[in-house]
């Protein structure tokens, strides 16, 4: 008779006792390049993030060449003084790194991803790239061909083309922010290697940029391995540069962008608002995640779950620029997409839920699920070191003490219903919204129009 075998069962894992979180606060010093240096020593990530922040904004672009940020920081990967554009891709390769750049309103950020037994390799190629770039003529050519076939794919998507539509709304024709980030294909196209090197050098040196350094940093000279690499980058020193007021006009009213035969209708309401340096800017964040902030949020409860009018709708604010005297602005928005034929009945629905909110406010069960959702989640949100000096370098280029996110967090968990409610009416007026709306305009401008929620006014797709 065999004897059957017997499993042994180990004991369950227990949970352990919850430990205080915050978000952690990095080191400051600087470089003899005059280039400052954030590091924030995180056990455990092997996998090291790097940002570094130039001062090239967007507005410093010279007239006509909108887009030329944005090659130049897709030119920094593509070859320098000692590495052709394939020799400089192999070479990252090599190390295990990735390395993005991209420019936004206020400036151009490189990002760099390497294991921690590889950071001076990959380092070093991204001090060549901002030492010696080359930006040949042929690479950039390239990258200009790039963008060029990236624009018509952009118009073609409804989202995106409703962004570009707000902005040329809301801000003023001579402000660089009514216009795309990237370019448009006219400016795009006056792009050349000459126009890229001059950007360049006009406004990419150390004195004006900032480094951030996140991951575990035991038994690693940071110190001596940034002066060999990043430390080895020289240039001018410059005076700080004017940051010019955010102007907007959020009258209220409702701009079609006809698209015929369109089976949805993609939908952006937005208006300018208070940024982070602003004392309401928790209760704002708070206040805007009950109102669309999730599944649970009352426009997804109205519009989604009781009429079944859309996937989703999500309501979110988003810095478009700080200045250094704390002073800036946010862009707040409320954005989603509804079947044509629900558009008015949709549009109605969502300003009752923003009257609605006005009149009887935010819930303690609302607040209560918002500050779960929001302070409850950060420790896994910030998990990866990439996490981390992503948050950091927003700090930078916002203006913000390095101990921002940390204070955030404390005033999240402290703000009342009452000030969430205030904030988030306050946010999305009903009469100060500029609405975008990108459908067949001829099956929605008469119900729209019905609504009353401002002029409407029809323009073509392109």
Same mark, same amino acid.
């Given at each position: 008779?065999?004897?059957?075998?017997?499993?042994?069962?180990?004991?369950?894992?227990?949970?352990?006792?919850?430990?205080?979180?915050?978000?952690?606060?990095?080191?400051?010093?600087?470089?003899?390049?005059?280039?400052?240096?954030?590091?924030?020593?995180?056990?455990?990530?092997?996998?090291?993030?790097?940002?570094?922040?130039?001062?090239?904004?967007?507005?410093?672009?010279?007239?006509?060449?909108?887009?030329?940020?944005?090659?130049?920081?897709?030119?920094?990967?593509?070859?320098?003084?000692?590495?052709?554009?394939?020799?400089?891709?192999?070479?990252?390769?090599?190390?295990?790194?990735?390395?993005?750049?991209?420019?936004?309103?206020?400036?151009?950020?490189?990002?760099?991803?390497?294991?921690?037994?590889?950071?001076?390799?990959?380092?070093?190629?991204?001090?060549?790239?901002?030492?010696?770039?080359?930006?040949?003529?042929?690479?950039?050519?390239?990258?200009?061909?790039?963008?060029?076939?990236?624009?018509?794919?952009?118009?073609?998507?409804?989202?995106?083309?409703?962004?570009?539509?707000?902005?040329?709304?809301?801000?003023?024709?001579?402000?660089?922010?009514?216009?795309?980030?990237?370019?448009?294909?006219?400016?795009?196209?006056?792009?050349?290697?000459?126009?890229?090197?001059?950007?360049?050098?006009?406004?990419?040196?150390?004195?004006?940029?900032?480094?951030?350094?996140?991951?575990?940093?035991?038994?690693?000279?940071?110190?001596?391995?940034?002066?060999?690499?990043?430390?080895?980058?020289?240039?001018?020193?410059?005076?700080?540069?004017?940051?010019?007021?955010?102007?907007?006009?959020?009258?209220?009213?409702?701009?079609?962008?006809?698209?015929?035969?369109?089976?949805?209708?993609?939908?952006?309401?937005?208006?300018?608002?208070?940024?982070?340096?602003?004392?309401?800017?928790?209760?704002?964040?708070?206040?805007?995640?009950?109102?669309?902030?999730?599944?649970?949020?009352?426009?997804?409860?109205?519009?989604?779950?009781?009429?079944?009018?859309?996937?989703?709708?999500?309501?979110?604010?988003?810095?478009?620029?700080?200045?250094?005297?704390?002073?800036?602005?946010?862009?707040?928005?409320?954005?989603?997409?509804?079947?044509?034929?629900?558009?008015?009945?949709?549009?109605?629905?969502?300003?009752?839920?923003? +009257?609605? *909110? !006005? @009149?009887? =406010?935010?819930?303690? &069960?609302?607040?209560? $699920?918002?500050?779960?959702?929001? /302070?409850?989640?950060?420790?896994?949100?910030?998990?990866?070191?990439?996490?981390?000096?992503?948050?950091?370098?927003?700090?930078?280029?916002?203006?913000?003490?390095?101990?921002?996110?940390?204070?955030?967090? +404390?005033? *999240? !968990? @402290?703000? =009342?219903?009452?000030? &969430?409610?205030?904030? $988030?009416?306050?946010?999305?007026? /009903?009469?100060?919204?500029?609405?975008?709306?990108?459908?067949?305009?001829?099956?929605?401008?008469?119900?729209?129009?019905?609504?009353?929620?401002?002029?409407?006014?029809?323009?073509?797709?392109?």
């Amino acid at each position: 008779m065999t004897e059957l075998a017997t499993m042994e069962f180990h004991p369950r894992p227990q949970a352990g006792d919850a430990r205080p979180w915050a978000f952690p606060a990095p080191e400051r010093g600087s470089l003899g390049n005059g280039l400052t240096v954030l590091r924030c020593h995180r056990p455990g990530q092997q996998v090291v993030a790097v940002e570094v922040l130039l001062d090239a904004p967007l507005e410093a672009e010279p007239a006509g060449l909108d887009g030329v940020a944005t090659v130049m920081a897709r030119a920094f990967s593509e070859g320098t003084d000692k590495h052709t554009a394939e020799e400089f891709a192999a070479e990252l390769e090599r190390c295990g790194a990735t390395l993005d750049a991209y420019a936004d309103h206020p400036g151009v950020r490189l990002s760099l991803e390497v294991p921690v037994s590889r950071l001076a390799k990959a380092l070093g190629l991204v001090a060549d790239a901002l030492r010696a770039p080359a930006f040949a003529d042929g690479e950039v050519e390239r990258l200009v061909r790039n963008r060029l076939d990236e624009i018509p794919h952009e118009l073609a998507n409804p989202a995106r083309r409703a962004a570009k539509e707000l902005s040329k709304e809301l801000f003023p024709a001579a402000s660089r922010m009514s216009r795309p980030r990237q370019g448009t294909e006219e400016t795009v196209a006056a792009v050349d290697s000459a126009a890229v090197r001059a950007f360049y050098e006009r406004h990419v040196r150390p004195a004006t940029a900032t480094a951030v350094v996140v991951g575990d940093l035991t038994g690693l000279d940071l110190d001596a391995l940034l002066a060999d690499t990043l430390g080895a980058w020289t240039g001018s020193t410059a005076e700080p540069r004017p940051v010019p007021p955010v102007t907007a006009d959020d009258t209220g009213r409702v701009v079609i962008v006809d698209r015929p035969g369109a089976v949805q209708t993609q939908v952006l309401i937005g208006r300018t608002g208070a940024d982070r340096h602003d004392r309401v800017w928790p209760a704002q964040v708070l206040g805007t995640y009950c109102l669309g902030g999730t599944l649970t949020s009352r426009l997804d409860r109205v519009l989604r779950e009781e009429k079944g009018y859309t996937y989703g709708v999500r309501a979110f604010g988003q810095v478009l620029r700080s200045a250094p005297d704390g002073t800036g602005a946010s862009m707040l928005a409320i954005s989603g997409s509804v079947d044509t034929p629900n558009t008015g009945p949709a549009l109605s629905d969502l300003w009752t839920v923003l +009257r609605t *909110l !006005a @009149a009887d =406010g935010l819930t303690d &069960a609302e607040r209560d $699920v918002a500050v779960q959702n929001l /302070v409850g989640v950060a420790p896994l949100k910030y998990e990866t070191a990439a996490a981390v000096a992503g948050t950091l370098a927003d700090q930078v280029e916002q203006h913000l003490p390095d101990d921002y996110q940390a204070a955030l967090y +404390r005033q *999240l !968990a @402290a703000t =009342g219903t009452v000030e &969430a409610t205030a904030a $988030v009416v306050n946010a999305f007026p /009903v009469d100060r919204l500029v609405t975008v709306l990108v459908g067949d305009a001829a099956r929605i401008k008469a119900p729209v129009e019905a609504l009353g929620i401002g002029e409407v006014t029809v323009v073509p797709a392109e």
